[in-house]
């Protein structure tokens, strides 16, 4: 898988198809789960897309960037896919933020305006943590971490994420769901996998979420959303437990330039699930209608 050396890290990543790129910022706080499953989406499109895809695996996440102790923060995720596209010689694209990815989209279009031709939002917010019970608990572990370091975290983890700190929320929202045996088996199938890694991989890839937790823990950017120029869609399903729709109507109410498209019947995680393709078919009807706006050619390198 290629690689580069950008903004002090290494950054894997992969670029697929022709035509305008768009850049696609995948969600999750990494973790171990990231690490199992990968974060190269490739195939997000499909075989018909009209677009060069590029994605990549965000700082601390997926199977082959490694995580770091620091840059844990939105200015510097953003600044992290810029210093791709730069790699790269992309001076402008169609940005995707999805999940987790949506807040560093959201920063990207707000920091480098001139390199974004629209925005496009999936199941996301402007602010991804609530002031609960669940989060005083996380921050208790965070300051775990930064006093005792990650393998001594690791190895008195909570016996609710043992896998990884995302268990403390799927869990829950997945017995809401009536997918709860689903959602253990999964779980019992990524133990085993897990086996396989050293305890200090295992460690470090563990405690990577919680340091992506702290990155994202007391950021708003409401305030911030009118400073949007670009087009932006907005896609939410209604039945996400994961981040509540009230997330979308806020980025609605306070992105002048922004469209939203709902699906009432869907969950979190709308590039993934069984209705896939209807999802993309939203995307590329927009983004189809701001290309006819541009002339031809413009931007692409």
């Not at 198809?17 to 974060?39: D, K, N, Q, R, T």
């Not at 031709?117 to 402007?126: D, F, G, M, R, Y």
């Not at 403390?168 to 809401?176: D, F, I, S, T, V």
Request: with cysteine.
């Amino acid at each position: 898988m290629p690689h580069a050396s950008t903004n002090g890290i290494e950054t894997f990543y992969r670029v697929v198809g022709e035509g305008f790129p768009v850049l696609f910022i995948h969600g999750g706080l990494g973790g171990v789960a990231s690490f199992l499953s990968g974060e190269i989406h490739d195939d997000l499109f499909g075989r018909r897309s009209p677009y060069l895809l590029i994605c990549y695996e965000r700082r601390g996440c997926g199977r082959k960037t490694s995580p770091s102790d620091s840059g844990y923060d939105l200015k510097t995720f953003a600044m992290d896919a810029k210093a791709l596209l730069d790699h790269l010689d992309f001076q402008r694209v169609h940005l995707m933020g999805s999940s987790a990815g949506g807040p560093i989209a959201i920063r990207f279009a707000i920091d480098f305006p001139q390199m974004v031709e629209s925005l496009v939002l999936v199941n996301t917010a402007p602010s991804l943590i609530p002031e609960d019970d669940l989060t005083l608990r996380i921050r208790k572990l965070v300051e775990s971490l930064n006093r005792d370091g990650s393998e001594i975290l690791y190895q008195r983890r909570p016996s609710d994420a043992q896998l990884d700190l995302a268990e403390l929320w799927e869990r829950p929202n997945a017995a809401r769901l009536g997918k709860l045996n689903w959602y253990e088996q999964r779980h019992q199938e990524r133990l085993k996998t897990m086996e396989s890694m050293s305890l200090q991989e295992r460690a470090c890839r563990y405690c990577a979420a919680f340091r992506m937790h702290d990155a994202y823990d007391h950021v708003d950017l409401t305030g911030e959303l009118s400073r949007i120029t670009a087009p932006t869609l907005i896609m939410h399903g209604a039945r996400d437990l994961d981040i509540p729709i009230e997330g979308a109507h806020t980025l609605f109410r306070n992105i002048p330039t922004s469209e939203m498209h709902l699906f009432a019947d869907l969950e979190h995680g709308l590039l993934s699930r069984e209705r896939k393709e209807e999802v993309v078919d939203v995307i590329l009807d927009f983004l189809g209608r701001i290309d006819r706006r541009k002339p031809i050619g413009e931007g692409v390198k």
